[in-house]
Each structure stands twice: as structure tokens, then as C-alpha cells.
């Protein structure tokens, strides 16, 4: 049986660094602040906001919600964005995505000042993640797998990890992250061919695709260490991960949960952007 790679205690860690930084910062009366811009009223949008905020006012960083029109116009959108990039009371800046279908995303992407990105979403930000300078604004997503498995220890340097999903939120930034420390890794998407042939060569597997419990043993071994990415609703309409766990579980050396793995840090790194943001401005 696995061990069990639980988030929380990871946040929990991370929170607690983050407080002592806020104590300095409270010093040079200094206070993070988080704007969110939230687009019309997605469910999950409004899921995670409510997240966020209790986050934020649990560990002393302000929150504002904006919430606009889900039809609101590009040029708007930038207006909006313009005001809170000049804004000397916000330190960082979140806008839930996907962004509406109608919004020139580029333009937006581009508008986000650097200093206030704490989601990454300016190219600016992004390009140095590619660069290998890891000391900045980085995806929060990729940057909460590379927590877990500092966390517990993991080994990286020569390890053979393949990362299945190459966006440019999570399997492109992580790719970067993990050749940082000298892993050997491949990447997989919808066209590799024998997908489990590749993952049980692999010391490590990040698996992130959006499909419940996709992942059965025949993908592992049972040295395999996995970290499941994915989040999404099974047959019975119950949050999981990627990989079928239950059974999965049984088989590999580690394993992260859904939910309460990968998911359950992210948020967390969200803050210590935003309290990095502050430190900065
Ligand atoms: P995405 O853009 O849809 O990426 C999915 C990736 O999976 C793509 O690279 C796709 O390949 C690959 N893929 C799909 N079917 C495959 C198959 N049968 N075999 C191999 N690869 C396959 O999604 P995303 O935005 O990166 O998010 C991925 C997952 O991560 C989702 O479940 C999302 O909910 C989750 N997520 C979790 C967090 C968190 O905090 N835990 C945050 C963000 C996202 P192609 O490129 O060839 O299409």
C-alpha cells in the first residue's frame, strides 16, 4: 500500500512561512491585498473565490472582490485592469480563467503588470519560469506538485519523470520546473502512443488530464510515486482525480490524493504570491 502524499500538511508549512513574512511586512506597515476580477457567476468561479477570501482573511491578507458582467467588453476589462495595476493598496491581481470566449485573452494576459501577475499570466512571468529562474511570479498549479515532493522528500536530480498534459498552466511550466532540479523528463498529451509503457518506465508520474479515474494500475509499478493533477466529476458525480486511486493505491510506493493533494496547495501558493507581490511593490 502507498504512502498516502497529503496537501495540507504541505500548506500548512507554507502558511506558516507566509505569516512570518506578514508580521515583517505589518512592520513597514505593509498589508497584501488580493484583487479578484470575476467574470458573470460560474459556480465553480464563485467556489473558489469564497476559498480564496477565507484564505486571505485567515492569514491577514485583504481580499476585494470585483465581479463584472460575464459580457464585459475587452477594452472594459483592460480599463479595469489598468486602474488596479496603478493602484498602490493592491499588490496582486487574480482573474478566474477561462476568460470569456469574447475577451481577447493576449490583450489581457498583456495588460496584467508583471509586478501584480500572481497567477502568471503575463508572458513576461511565464518566459521566466523557461528561463529556469524559479524566484519569481510562477503558475500555482505546477509550483504545488513541485511543493509536494519537496515536502516529503522526493528525490528530482536524474530521476526519469513524465508529466502527461502539455499545457501552458500546468505541463509546460512544471516541464521547466523539474529540469531545474535535473530530472530526465518526457512529456505526454492525447497522441503518445503505449501511454502506459511510458509511465511505468517513469520513477515519478504527474498526471493531469481532467478524466476520473482514467489512470488504472496497468500505468504503475510498484515503485511508481504519483502525483495526481487531474480534478474532475466521476460517474456518480463525486470530485477525483486522474487516476482510479482505490485500486491504484494498492500498487504504487506514493500517491497523492483527490481531493486533498495537489489541490489543496494551490490556493496556498496563490497567497505566498500575493504576499511576494507586496513585498516587491
Ligand atoms: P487541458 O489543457 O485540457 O490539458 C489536458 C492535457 O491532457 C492535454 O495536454 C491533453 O493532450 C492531455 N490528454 C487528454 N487526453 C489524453 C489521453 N487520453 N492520453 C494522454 N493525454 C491526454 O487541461 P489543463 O487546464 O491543463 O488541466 C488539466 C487538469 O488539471 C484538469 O483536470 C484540471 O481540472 C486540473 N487542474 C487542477 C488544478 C489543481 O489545482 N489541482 C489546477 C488547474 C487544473 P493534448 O494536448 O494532446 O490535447
Known amino acids: ?141 505546477p509550483k504545488a506538485a513541485m511543493k509536494i515532493l519537496e515536502y516529503y522528500d522526493i528525490p528530482l536530480e536524474g530521476k526519469n519523470v513524465v508529466v502527461v498534459n502539455r499545457s501552458m498552466v500546468v505541463g509546460k511550466p512544471l516541464t521547466m520546473m523539474l529540469l531545474k532540479e535535473n530530472a530526465t523528463v518526457t512529456i505526454c498529451h492525447s497522441r503518445t502512443k503505449d501511454l502506459d509503457k511510458v509511465t511505468n518506465n517513469a520513477d515519478i508520474v504527474i498526471v493531469a488530464l481532467g478524466k476520473a479515474k482514467f489512470f488504472d494500475e496497468k500505468y504503475f509499478n510498484d515503485k511508481s510515486i504519483v502525483i495526481d493533477v487531474g480534478v474532475s466529476l466521476d460517474q456518480n458525480g463525486k470530485l477525483s482525480g486522474d487516476v482510479d486511486y482505490d485500486n491504484v493505491f494498492q500498487k504504487v510506493s506514493k500517491i497523492t490524493p483527490v481531493p486533498g493533494g495537489v489541490g489543496s496547495v494551490t490556493t496556498t501558493i496563490l497567497l505566498s504570491q500575493v504576499v511576494l507581490a507586496s513585498k516587491d511593490n
Do not use: W
Request: proline share 5%.
Open 1 to 141: 500500500m502507498a504512502e498516502i502524499l497529503k496537501g495540507k500538511v504541505v500548506a500548512n508549512q507554507l502558511k506558516e512561512n507566509m505569516r512570518r513574512d506578514i508580521e515583517e511586512l505589518a512592520k513597514a506597515n505593509k498589508v497584501p491585498s488580493l484583487a479578484i476580477i470575476r467574470l458573470g457567476d460560474n459556480p465553480g468561479d464563485i467556489s473558489y473565490e469564497k476559498s480564496i477570501v477565507k484564505n486571505c482573511n485567515n492569514i491577514g491578507i485583504q481580499s476585494k472582490v470585483i465581479e463584472r458582467d460575464v459580457n464585459i467588453t475587452t477594452e472594459d476589462l483592460v480599463e479595469l485592469i489598468e486602474k488596479l495595476n496603478k493602484d498602490d493598496d493592491i499588490s496582486g491581481i487574480l482573474i478566474f480563467r477561462p476568460l470569456p470566449k469574447h475577451i481577447n485573452e493576449e490583450i489581457i494576459r498583456n495588460t496584467i503588470s508583471p509586478l501584480k501577475d500572481v497567477d502568471c499570466m503575463n508572458p513576461l512571468n511565464l518566459e521566466k519560469i523557461f528561463e529556469g529562474q524559479m524566484d519569481g511570479f510562477a503558475p500555482c498549479t
